[in-house]
């Protein structure tokens, strides 16, 4: 039963294994489909970004190179074609910036010799960016907001679950808020800088993927399928042990067999010798009472009377031979585990246990290790497990216990197998191993001689010890080895 349990939670250990390292391809198979399209994503706002800021300079460069004049006219042109732009300030020698900082940046925009950002306050969405040219140098207020184009952004703006911003130094503008940014799960992160010179902003995008994300459809099949793996795993493994164990059985029957029809034969011929030699010695006296002269008529009919009935007693005894056949001797007895034995016959004997509702118990503190036939040592064991069970079908199931442990004592291993059934009477003990001696009406009298045989041939012995409150014990002692 123990064993059975533990090759269960095994099977049960090695699918749960199976189903979790399955799973955790699959979660990791989807965690890299969604890093792949989020690098996709992050690319392609970065080039759109990219592109607005460079159009930005695009624009500063025309107006340098053009001067056209006044520059107020020209904003509601531009902002059609460049929404992101809100403002135009032109610097000549009539006008000067409205703002001191546009002038610091005209003069580094000079020495830079390209457009520079000025007044940068990403927080409200704004920056400047200032051309030095002559005679008049332009400044262009953009609009954050603005800068990223609608149809073309890859990213859905009220329900996505990216997060977009734009950085200088410590200032930070979102330009996209993600719809559920915090929670459990594996973030996706990109940062970049801006391909425009002029506009060192970084885009960083990020992304939490969470278990929700995960592909529990697949995962589903993936646990359904390895749930019927293991169960037909599992009844291919029953169904084969199924055939061993009746194979084994089979096989133990017809040794059993074999080895009863020994014990019979040689039971047959200590009955019998008894009878016939009384026969044989009341018709030599008959004979010699009816040579005297007169003959003893009297003396010889009863003479003769003793030989027929030691004749009906002989008849009586083949009356129960069933039938006969040469004793089978055991083989060379070779070193073997009485806890291997004893684990081998519970598992044969499994399902006479269940049947009946016996949970046996095993007691073995430490290896036991003798000489003996193994088939001969499994063939005791089938015999006192077998008369145990049988015994312990005359008592209610509550009642029903099989004790099974192993000891060495003075060199020898012992084992005993008890039970709580109705036990041997007094009367019956002495003869428990005699032939044609039973406890269980219909039996042939049989197993526990030939169990005491196979055992003697062995350099063992076993032996029936009456238990006193109720039930049977029968110890089997075998030469231990060093």
Same mark, same amino acid.
């Given at each position: ?169 410590? *200032?930070?503008?979102? /330009?996209?808020? $993600?719809?559920?940014?915090? =929670?459990? @799960?594996?973030? #996706? &992160? %990109?940062?970049? !800088? ?18 929700? *994300?995960?592909?529990? /459809?697949?995962? $589903?099949?993936?646990?359904? =399928?390895? @749930?019927?793996? #293991? &169960? %037909?795993?599992? !009844? ?30 040689? =039971?047959?011929?200590?009955? #019998? ?210």
């Amino acid at each position: 039963m123990l064993s059975r349990l533990r090759r269960h939670a095994f099977l049960a250990a090695g699918g749960l294994l199976v189903a979790l390292a399955g799973s955790a391809l699959l979660v990791a198979s989807e965690l890299g489909r969604q890093r792949e399209a989020f690098d996709t994503q992050a690319r392609i706002v970065h080039r759109l970004l990219s592109q607005r800021a460079a159009e930005n300079d695009a624009v500063l460069a025309t107006l340098a190179l053009l001067q056209p004049s006044p520059a107020e006219h020209a904003i509601d042109r531009l902002q059609a074609i460049y929404p992101q732009l809100v403002a135009i300030q032109q610097r000549s020698a009539a006008r000067d910036w409205t703002l001191p900082s546009l002038a610091i940046a005209e003069e580094r925009s000079r020495t830079a010799r390209r457009a520079v950002m000025a007044d940068a306050q990403l927080a409200g969405g704004r920056y400047w960016l200032v051309q030095a040219a002559e005679p008049a140098s332009f400044a262009l207020r953009i609009d954050l907001a603005a800068l990223a184009p609608g149809p073309e952004w890859p990213l859905r703006r009220d329900t996505g679950d990216t997060h977009v911003d734009l950085s200088l130094g410590d *200032q930070r503008y979102v /330009v996209q808020q $993600a719809a559920s940014a915090q =929670g459990w @799960g594996t973030r #996706l &992160a %990109a940062s970049k !800088a801006l391909a425009v010179e002029s506009q060192p902003l970084v885009v960083t995008l990020s992304r939490r993927v969470t278990p929700a *994300q995960w592909p529990w /459809v697949w995962i $589903a099949l993936w646990w359904l =399928g390895t @749930g019927g793996f #293991l &169960a %037909a795993f599992a !009844a291919w493994r029953a169904q084969r042990r199924a055939r061993a164990r009746a194979e084994e059985l089979l096989r133990l029957g017809q040794v059993g067999r074999l080895n009863a029809l020994g014990e019979l034969a040689a =039971g047959l011929a200590h009955e #019998l010798n008894q009878p016939l030699t009384a026969v044989l010695a009341n018709t030599q006296a008959a004979g010699r009472l009816l040579d005297d002269d007169p003959p003893d008529i009297v003396d010889a009919r009863a003479a003769m009377s003793q030989a027929a009935q030691q004749a009906r007693r002989a008849s009586d005894v083949v009356r129960r031979l069933r039938r006969g056949l040469e004793r089978t001797d055991p083989g060379a007895p070779q070193p073997v585990s009485l806890q291997d034995a004893v684990r081998s016959a519970f598992e044969l004997l499994e399902p006479e246990f269940a049947r009946r509702g016996v949970v046996p118990r095993f007691h073995a503190q430490a290896e036991v290790r003798v000489r003996a036939e193994p088939v001969a040592l499994e063939q005791i064991l089938h015999n006192l497990l077998m008369n145990a069970l049988q015994a312990l079908e005359q008592v209610p199931p509550g009642e029903r216990s099989l004790w099974v442990a192993l000891s060495q004592e003075s060199g020898c291993g012992v084992l005993t197998v008890r039970d709580s059934g109705p036990g041997v009477p007094p009367e019956l003990l002495p003869r428990l191993f005699e032939p044609f001696v039973s406890t269980r009406t219909g039996g042939l009298g049989l197993g526990l001689p030939l169990c005491e045989s196979l055992a003697s041939a062995m350099g063992g012995s076993i032996a029936a010890q009456p238990i006193p409150q109720r039930g049977a014990s029968f110890r089997l002692t075998l030469p231990a080895l060093p």
